[in-house]
């Protein structure tokens, strides 16, 4: 069963030891060429942290299970720091096609809970497969030229 | 499918990273050899909050595509120093800008004056026309053949030219292989 960007923003994080709340998911850091989730930025502002996918126990409907508040960290470098800052996150980014013409805004990311793998992009009232992303970044999400918006 | 541009509807694309997908810089000019019909680079200016001329230079071998939204280029080092751009991008000539030129047929007809290019965007950007303003007032769009005679005040077109001036970009784009074919019968 897949999940969404949409629906996970704001779903409470757990320690799994202590079973603390440890803040809420705000923003996903994909790995676009893994076609992943590479971490899940927990809070926002100067408290946003990171959470690697790795240390998810599970992506669960209700709380994002992690095994204690040690797995979450920093951000490190620029690309996660632009990814606590909100600045990376697809969903409401323009998308455009290697060829330089813009499919659409993104309204939704699905992704499977159990593997971190991210399945489709939905762009108006289109849906495209996830395989077909080059890039992601602050400014848009580039798909391959099979995307191409028809005129 | 063709898409047809003028300069003035590149300049202010944002240049856009296909594998970062972050804004790098935007176009501020095009860089077009009139003779060979090429366009040959971009000037760029700055992005965002301190935006302004940039230093940079990107070279048209180094475009991964122009469309509609933005021109794509692979990563950052497609931005070039204009030392390290070959000449005709770091240096172009600038007695050759044809904007302003009245366009003349070879008959001594004067087809009017141009304002701006127009580019066969896409994978590369081949300058197939120029928007014209017409004598008689009011704009058009003339086919370019591949070569053409430039002097920095006048350029000279055939004469078949005049049948093949069109009102908008999509009239030029469908003109411009029936142009060209019409040229390599004479």
Known sequence: ?151 | MKLLMTASQINGLPVVTVHGGDDVAEVRDVIYNPEAGRLVGLTLNKRGFFSGRSREVLPAEAIHAIGRDAVMIADESSLVAPADAPDDVGHPATDRNVIGNDVLTEGGTSLGVVRDLALLVGSAGEVVGYQIEKPAGGHGYIPLPAQLAVSGAALVVPDVTQEFIRDDLVGLGAAVDDFRARLGMQ
Request: no cysteine.
């Open chain 1, 1 to 151: 069963m897949s999940d969404s960007f949409r629906s996970a923003t704001g779903r409470k994080v757990v320690s799994r030891a202590s079973a603390a709340d440890l803040g809420m998911v705000s923003y996903f850091l994909v790995d676009v060429g893994q076609r992943r989730i590479a971490s899940v930025v927990v809070g926002r502002g100067k408290k946003a942290r990171l959470v690697d996918w790795a240390q998810v126990s599970g992506f669960g409907p209700d709380a994002v299970m992690v095994s204690d508040e040690g797995a979450l960290r920093p951000a490190a470098g620029d690309r996660e720091q632009a990814a606590a800052d909100g600045k990376l996150d697809m969903l409401g980014k323009r998308t455009l096609t290697e060829r330089g013409n813009k499919v659409g805004t993104i309204g939704d990311v699905t992704f499977d809970p159990a593997t971190g793998v991210v399945e489709m992009l939905q762009i108006s009232d289109r849906t495209i497969p996830a395989d077909t992303m080059l890039g992601s970044g602050t400014y848009a999400v580039v798909v391959d030229a099979s995307q191409e918006p028809v005129p």
